[in-house]
């Protein structure tokens, strides 16, 4: 089997596991309490909490704990715009491909009176800063912006944005949980507000999450009961998870730039493949993506079959993001950066991993060229583009 979705989760490194394991086995106190067991259980958590914040080049009590990357959009977006709204301010900046979990958020904000301005993607999906600078106005509360997309790969330029906003005053805020653990993140000199992370994405556990919040940055809690994670996230910790994720991206940051290199070479190869099937186009800028991110769509095909094809062959890909694969309606990001809705139906996600080798990659491409021959050979509508009752959107 070839594991080609890690943009969806990525396996847990050895270390993690042991040091998981160590916390389930030795360390399993509640950190809240006041004996010794527990306190133990406490320094734990706080040594996890520096080694992440270390990573991101913020201090230990501007990292908040929480169930994931989803959680942590939620809250920082959430508590921005309930203090604008005290400030009178209800206009919020954001793109049109961003993550569900920031755009059902701000979807929740509209329905109480909200504004919410949804910036336009260019064709290679990356934002420009000026967009953002025109679109502030005197009643903006936030701008988030996503510092990598999480379908096409496209990296945003996340300082230039974080500058912006700093001079005007307005909060900013950047879900990184695709480009944690991938990307250099400097959280003081990027200018960034608040961060959201998820650690499955860079070989840590599921089911938890860090937001970074600048001090000073107001932050109110989603979840109410106890005075964990000082008042902001009610609930007893979870140590074993959080000691992983703490391991997982001291593990990803030390071993970025060996890592980015081999998949940046990888990825380069496997779009080269793909690129030589016939009304093909690739996603997403070409050099400003994500290291192991390569993003398809294909004319004459749809994705849901392409995907169980590839599955027979023991290949695991996606066609966008892994939330919304039930979904039969195309990918918003794909219609954001215009693609149209024939082609968008037929697109492919190969995410990477470091332990692929030249050889997954070219057996990788010989499948998915072997899936895409055999389904437009059995398409009515691959005959009618071929015949040309229909026009090819793509060229050859």
Same mark, same amino acid.
């Given at each position: 089997?070839?594991?080609?979705?890690?943009?969806?989760?990525?396996?847990?490194?050895?270390?993690?596991?042991?040091?998981?394991?160590?916390?389930?086995?030795?360390?399993?106190?509640?950190?809240?309490?006041?004996?010794?067991?527990?306190?133990?259980?406490?320094?734990?958590?706080?040594?996890?909490?520096?080694?992440?914040?270390?990573?991101?080049?913020?201090?230990?009590?501007?990292?908040?704990?929480?169930?994931?990357?989803?959680?942590?959009?939620?809250?920082?977006?959430?508590?921005?715009?309930?203090?604008?709204?005290?400030?009178?301010?209800?206009?919020?900046?954001?793109?049109?491909?961003?993550?569900?979990?920031?755009?059902?958020?701000?979807?929740?904000?509209?329905?109480?009176?909200?504004?919410?301005?949804?910036?336009?993607?260019?064709?290679?999906?990356?934002?420009?800063?000026?967009?953002?600078?025109?679109?502030?106005?005197?009643?903006?509360?936030?701008?988030?912006?996503?510092?990598?997309?999480?379908?096409?790969?496209?990296?945003?330029?996340?300082?230039?944005?974080?500058?912006?906003?700093?001079?005007?005053?307005?909060?900013?805020?950047?879900?990184?949980?695709?480009?944690?653990?991938?990307?250099?993140?400097?959280?003081?000199?990027?200018?960034?507000?608040?961060?959201?992370?998820?650690?499955?994405?860079?070989? =840590?556990? &599921?089911?938890?999450? *860090?937001?970074?919040?600048? +001090?000073?940055?107001?932050? $109110?809690?989603?979840? !109410? #009961?106890?005075?964990?994670?000082?008042?902001?996230?009610?609930?007893?910790?979870?140590?074993?998870?959080?000691?992983?994720?703490?391991?997982?991206?001291?593990?990803?940051?030390?071993?970025?730039?060996?890592?980015?290199?081999?998949?940046?070479?990888?990825?380069?190869?496997?779009?080269?493949?793909?690129?030589?099937?016939?009304?093909?186009?690739?996603?997403?800028?070409?050099?400003?993506?994500?290291?192991?991110?390569?993003?398809?769509?294909?004319?004459?095909?749809?994705?849901?079959?392409?995907?169980?094809?590839?599955?027979?062959?023991?290949?695991?890909?996606?066609?966008?993001?892994?939330?919304?694969?039930?979904?039969?309606?195309?990918?918003?990001?794909?219609?954001?950066? =215009?693609? &149209?809705?024939?082609? *968008?139906?037929?697109?492919? +996600?190969?995410?990477?991993? $470091?332990?692929?080798? !030249? #050889?997954?990659?070219?057996?990788?491409?010989?499948?998915?060229?072997?899936?895409?021959?055999?389904?437009?050979?059995?398409?009515?509508?691959?005959?009618?583009?071929?015949?040309?009752?229909?026009?090819?959107?793509?060229?050859?």
């Amino acid at each position: 089997m070839i594991y080609a979705d890690n943009a969806a989760t990525t396996k847990l490194s050895r270390p993690v596991i042991d040091a998981m394991l160590a916390c389930m086995e030795e360390d399993y106190g509640n950190p809240s309490a006041l004996y010794a067991f527990g306190q133990r259980a406490k320094e734990k958590l706080e040594e996890a909490r520096a080694r992440i914040a270390a990573c991101l080049n913020a201090e230990p009590r501007e990292i908040y704990f929480t169930s994931g990357g989803s959680e942590a959009d939620n809250q920082a977006i959430l508590s921005a715009a309930h203090l604008g709204e005290r400030k009178g301010k209800k206009h919020i900046i954001s793109t049109s491909f961003e993550h569900h979990a920031v755009l059902h958020t701000l979807q929740k904000l509209e329905r109480q009176g909200f504004r919410v301005t949804l910036l336009d993607v260019h064709e290679n999906g990356v934002l420009l800063p000026e967009q953002v600078e025109e679109a502030i106005r005197e009643d903006t509360c936030l701008v988030t912006v996503m510092f990598a997309n999480n379908e096409i790969g496209t990296i945003q330029p996340i300082a230039q944005i974080g500058k912006i906003c700093r001079e005007r005053g307005v909060p900013f805020h950047t879900d990184a949980v695709q480009a944690a653990g991938h990307l250099p993140i400097d959280v003081k000199a990027q200018a960034i507000d608040m961060l959201s992370l998820s650690a499955h994405k860079f070989h =840590g556990p &599921k089911g938890i999450g *860090a937001l970074y919040v600048r +001090r000073g940055v107001y932050l $109110e809690p989603l979840v !109410e #009961g106890g005075a964990q994670e000082r008042g902001r996230r009610a609930g007893t910790e979870n140590l074993p998870a959080v000691v992983g994720m703490a391991v997982a991206l001291e593990e990803s940051c030390a071993a970025m730039r060996e890592n980015a290199e081999k998949l940046t070479f990888l990825r380069d190869r496997l779009i080269a493949e793909l690129e030589e099937i016939p009304y093909c186009e690739l996603n997403g800028d070409r050099e400003k993506r994500l290291p192991g991110n390569v993003s398809f769509c294909f004319e004459g095909i749809e994705g849901e079959s392409l995907l169980l094809l590839l599955d027979d062959k023991g290949v695991c890909a996606s066609s966008g993001s892994a939330c919304t694969s039930g979904s039969l309606d195309p990918s918003h990001v794909l219609l954001a950066i =215009g693609r &149209k809705h024939e082609v *968008a139906h037929g697109s492919l +996600r190969l995410t990477l991993g $470091e332990e692929m080798t !030249e #050889g997954t990659i070219d057996e990788i491409a010989r499948s998915v060229r072997e899936v895409v021959t055999y389904l437009r050979g059995i398409s009515p509508f691959w005959r009618d583009l071929q015949s040309g009752k229909r026009e090819h959107i793509f060229k050859e």
